[in-house]
């Protein structure tokens, strides 16, 4: 388990997120709230909530259609 702790974990804030997806924080709220996007809670506040990396792509990847598969 430390091992894995250790390893580099990519968290984005839902700002971050909304950036590189090129939406509004509030669509990012919105896709949270639905259960579509997972969150890391590191407190009380939802300014707090942080996005892991590898969930950020599977969100991506699960609404990803048509062309070559990767």
Do not use: C
């Not at 996007?37 to 609404?63: C, N, P, T, W």
Request: aromatic fraction near 8%; charge should be neutral.
């Amino acid at each position: 388990m430390e091992n894995r702790v250790m390893e580099a974990v990519r968290l984005y804030s839902v700002a971050a997120v909304a950036d590189l997806l090129g939406v509004s924080r509030q669509w990012v709220y919105d896709r949270i709230n639905g259960g579509q996007i997972r969150v890391v809670e590191l407190g009380d506040e939802r300014s707090k909530q942080r996005v892991r990396a590898d969930d950020l792509q599977a969100f991506i990847d699960g609404r990803t259609f048509g062309g070559e598969t990767r």
